[in-house]
């Protein structure tokens, strides 16, 4: 079971199908575990093909040394018996004496591969540890390469990202590696026991098979029924971390303080956790209680198999050596076979796995794309943007978001979009930026549809600050530059920006200015209020220098003071550019050259703020009911 953690897991949406992946698996996919192995290893070999070689012939030098051991005993032990029959030694044949001499050799042997085998293991373990975080690096970083060629529709799915946390995890899990290197070195390890107990004594081999083939079903049953209870209760799984991270994140204390939530949350997350962990220890008690029966049974055929070795030596067909060589082998094959197939077991049943979600995660492809001959987007633009019978439905949603929607942008046109929560006026943003694109319907950019254009160019020529804009735990300058981050060194134009937002006065408050960390998730960072963040967040959009600027209400915490004088900066400063406004204040809508009023899904009405006014439909109907609440 992979670990319960408190970290930043979004909420799942209902009709999540916990059955995918299914918790029995067929064989067809377990042979795809060979193809993630595979994958994985040459992962390993493209990362640093002189650590990857290093550490597998470190781990077969390993292998070899603790059958090379008990030989070396049972030599030793073969010369002593020699040696008995002859009487006590004295010191000067341990030091000068022929007698003893091939026992010092031993003894001697003995000691450098125990030494040996210290020193390759270190080695090893350091190999392997560079090796590992180098692969978590490098698998982390095409993570993020690949997530940011995903569409957005991916990140808003539960179940993608019940995908993508399991991924993440599987990036910086360092153990994987090692865990795949042991298992190789545990084969060859075992082979080269077996090769020993196949020349001696073959029949002790059928022993190994009573003792280890049981266990192994027990343990691949057992894996396969805690993997299945792991993921069928995924849900429950990432509601119990939610609650975990709700009631301990700098997000929610305020609320969970003032609304006196954290009992609640507890009583919920303890209540999860009971419900979760009482099937586990159920699953644990049957294999607990199954173990035992194997494990005896296991011992049993180790004893009987040793009962035969020393019926053998009585016989007079081995010697002494030959009996603890043969004894002590069986002990370690038996454990060794044990631990490759305890290891099979574990590592279908959730390890490989788990590197599954991470490379399908790599596999996965955009649908949204650049076509194939893509048209260079114009710039600037000549006619501007039209919406032609527009629909679009969120994945998985009946309802349509919008539906008929048409209208124009005119290029150098202020337009300002109004309409009631839900009328779909993001929605009309997102479709503008391509972050989705229409079900029905077309939108066209200088007559041609926006899908026949380059889509990095076209989100190069557009400059979009949403109301959810994010607050990087960066610099004031760099959270201004990332409206154009290959100028992040242009102080000039940020301070520009700056200026242009009203941010600079802000960041002049700040002790160290443009260089300051903002938020407080970091020490030394400084906390801004709603309105001085939106002040900064909307400096990204002067810094883009784009075609069509968008300001999707990131001004809500503003005064209406600010919020007037942003809008009319903005109006200035895009001249000759096509913009648009989303606002719910008419003070600001007003300055806007025409109004476009959005009512479910659709335009309503559109016209200059005089005369949407002079018809006294909706849009005059909420002009009134602010304007009264001024009076
Ligand atoms: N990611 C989403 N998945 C499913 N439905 C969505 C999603 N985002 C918005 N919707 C739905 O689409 C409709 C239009 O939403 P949209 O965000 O465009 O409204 P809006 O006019 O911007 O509202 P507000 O003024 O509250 O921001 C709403 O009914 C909403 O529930």
Redesign the pocket.
Known sequence: MKSQNCGNPQPTAPGHDPSSPPGVRSTERRLGTFRVIALYVAMAWRTSRYLTLSSLLLRLADSLVPVSILYVGKLIIDDVSHQIPYGAPVLSDVLYGERLHPLALLIAAGFGLAVITDVLSRVRSLVEGTLGERISVALTALLMERAATLDLKDF?DAEFQAHLEAAREQTTDTMTLSGLFSQAASIVKVMAFAAALLIIAPWVMVLLLIAVVPAFVGEFYFNERRYSLDWSRIQERREHDYLCFTATSVEAAKEVKIFGLSRFLISRYVALARQFYTAMRKLEVRNEIWSGVFTTLATMAYYGAYAYIVWRTLQGDFTVGDLTFLAGSFLQLSKEVETVLFRFAGIFASEVEYLNYLFSFFQREPEILTPENPLPVPSPVREGFVFEDVGFR????E?W??RGLNFELLAGEVVAVV??????????V?LLTRLYDPDEGRILLDGKDLREYDLDELRNSIGVIF?DFVRYAMTANDNIAVGRITARKDGDRIERAAECSQASKVIGRLPEGYDQMLGNGFKGGVELSGGEWQKIAIARAYMRNAELLIL??PTAALDARSEYEVFRRFKERSKGKTSVL?S?RFSSVRMADRVLV?AD?KVEAQGTHEELLAQSGRYAELFELQAAGFR
């Open positions: 808003e969120y994945p998985g949603s309802r978001a919008v309409g009631e929560s839900g009328a779909g006026k993001t929605t009309l997102k109301q999707d209400e989303i719910h959005l899904g």
